[in-house]
């Protein structure tokens, strides 16, 4: 979700940037002020919050961030018995299942319009089996969805980053962050390795998010 504290902090939760674990910050600083924002998960910029005292987001290096959304579709038929912590289970449980479960049935898969439907099936298959050519494929799939994007697709969590924020948004990289060093890993599946994934992607990457990387100086 994006997240805020009224007429305080208005953080914007960009997907695979660290997000989760920002909320539980803001949590623990400011309790029962912490609200998240209605319009739903992963808001992108909204221009009601201007006036607060602070606007920010998370941005992660698009290489990192598009093989952690490759293999999070992947870990998604195990919830809960991923590779994560006990207090990641409890999430799952309270707010995956609930939550984003309920609104993305409401949202998408009772009434998803045609490419819906023809990019989640295709991109469904490349995730349950993943490995570096299917990830290649799944990548440029994602580059043809963001080219035809329309008014009828709402389920596009793997859109630019930059799409999410304007420029009263101050974007803190997720690698800057002084954060434990498995937030910037893409899984916990054991003997899993990055680089292969990375380098057979890279082209792909660089190609289409070439906006990213020019607006965050990557």
């Not at 190609?207 to 965050?216: C, T, V």
Request: hydrophobic letters at 30%.
């Amino acid at each position: 979700m994006t997240y805020i504290v009224p007429k305080k902090v208005y953080y914007i939760h960009i997907p695979k940037t660290g997000g989760t674990t920002e909320k539980y910050s803001l949590i623990e600083k400011y309790g029962d002020e912490f609200q998240e924002v209605p319009t739903g998960k992963h808001s992108p910029y909204d221009e009601m919050y201007k006036d607060y005292d602070c606007i920010y987001t998370h941005v992660r290096n698009p290489h990192n961030r598009m093989l952690s959304m490759y293999l999070f579709y992947y870990e998604l038929q195990y919830m809960p018995q991923k590779y994560i912590s006990p207090d990641r289970i409890e999430f799952q449980i309270s707010e995956h299942k609930q939550t984003i479960g309920l609104n993305a049935t409401e949202l998408f898969m009772k009434n998803p319009s045609k490419f819906d439907k023809m990019l989640f099936n295709k991109l469904n298959i490349l995730t349950k089996d993943p490995n570096t050519e299917n990830y290649c494929r799944w990548l440029e799939i994602i580059g043809k969805a963001n080219k035809e994007m329309d008014e009828y697709f709402v389920y596009r969590p793997w859109l630019q980053q930059n799409l999410w924020i304007k420029s009263n948004v101050v974007a803190k990289k997720i690698e800057d962050e002084n954060y434990d060093v498995h937030l910037n890993t893409t899984t916990r599946m054991p003997e899993h390795s990055d680089s292969e994934y990375l380098d057979a992607g890279k082209t792909l990457i660089e190609d289409l998010y070439k906006e990213d990387f020019d607006s965050f100086n990557y």
